[in-house]
């Protein structure tokens, strides 16, 4: 793919993807376990989706027992509800759910600062003798800011036994307890998308004044993705930017489910690769490569009119 193929798009202004994280920097003195234990879950959600999410789905994966990918996690949402969607492969299957999705300074913890899923607003406990790969949780929109924090925990079953689950990201605590927490935007529903070359080629701010964008969970600020898009092509590079020009660009936009899933694919290889710089060079398996050229053709047909 060449670099003019970023060249396409037109320019809508609005509302781009920041970034808010919290830290916690307390010792660990509990376990996930005996925590998830002690209190019961008091809000029912749903697990229905029946609308087509808008833009593209943060996707993280579901990491078990701190060294097995057991599937993802993955956050979207169309004009009236938030679903954040598990799913496991690889012969694990889920037993338990614990969710938080909301302000990062309110994600329950306990004295020293480690992740309390017993308390987490949204849970699902798995019939005995069910074999569930995904599940989803539909949380209304307005719950949440534009930005915001999903801490997302499950007990898995599978090749390594029962194991505690949570979706990639940031640790709460540096030592001892290992849970994880993640940053995700609200996604516009839009119908177009807009030029590279102006978003990253430094001719312009982005939309509504956003400064970073996240992306395969790394967080990019405007000038680190500018330095990507002038470096030369490969894969990586035109991934990157294909997918910061759907989250930056216009809103971003509302996607079919085949584009969607293209979308998926290529920031989930985006996600188990360094952040980039613009220095490495990364050739996509065949899947991914194929998911590009077809994200890539859906972008170079839904510009926006000037």
Not at 5 to 32: E, H, P, Q, R, Y
Not at 246 to 273: F, H, N, R, Y
Request: aromatic share 8%; with cysteine; proline share 5%.
């Amino acid at each position: 793919m060449k670099k003019s193929i970023f060249l396409s798009v037109v320019l809508l202004a609005v509302t781009a993807a920041g970034v808010v994280s919290c830290k916690k920097d307390m010792a660990n003195n509990t376990t996930l376990k005996d925590d998830a234990a002690t209190t019961t879950m008091t809000k029912k959600t749903t697990r229905v989706k029946t609308s087509t999410p808008c833009g593209v789905a943060t996707t993280v994966a579901l990491i078990a027992g701190q060294n097995y990918t057991a599937g993802t996690v993955s956050v979207s949402n169309d004009a009236t509800n938030l679903y954040v969607t598990y799913t496991t492969t690889g012969g694990w299957t889920l037993k338990e759910m614990h969710l938080y999705a909301g302000d990062c300074a309110l994600i329950p913890t306990n004295g020293p600062g480690n992740p309390v899923p017993g308390r987490f607003p949204y849970a699902y406990n798995v019939p005995n003798n069910s074999a569930l790969t995904t599940y989803t949780f539909t949380i209304p929109l307005t719950a949440v800011g534009n930005c915001f924090c999903v801490a997302a925990h499950a007990v898995v079953s599978g090749p390594a036994g029962t194991q505690t689950a949570w979706g990639a990201g940031t640790r709460f605590v540096q030592q001892g307890n290992w849970g994880t927490y993640f940053s995700a935007c609200k996604q516009s529903c839009i119908t177009c998308v807009a030029p590279a070359n102006v978003l990253f080629g430094g001719e312009a701010g982005w939309p509504g004044g956003a400064t970073s964008v996240v992306i395969g969970g790394y967080t990019y600020t405007q000038s680190q993705v500018a330095t990507v898009y002038y470096s030369p092509d490969n894969d990586s590079k035109n991934a990157l930017i294909l997918i910061a020009t759907l989250k930056v660009s216009a809103g971003p936009i509302s996607l079919p489910a085949a584009i969607q899933t293209d979308a998926t694919t290529v920031e989930a290889w985006l996600a188990s690769l360094a952040q980039q710089d613009g220095t490495a060079q990364y050739t996509a398996p065949t899947n991914v490569k194929a998911a590009i050229d077809e994200l890539y053709a859906w972008e170079a047909a839904h510009t926006c009119a000037p």
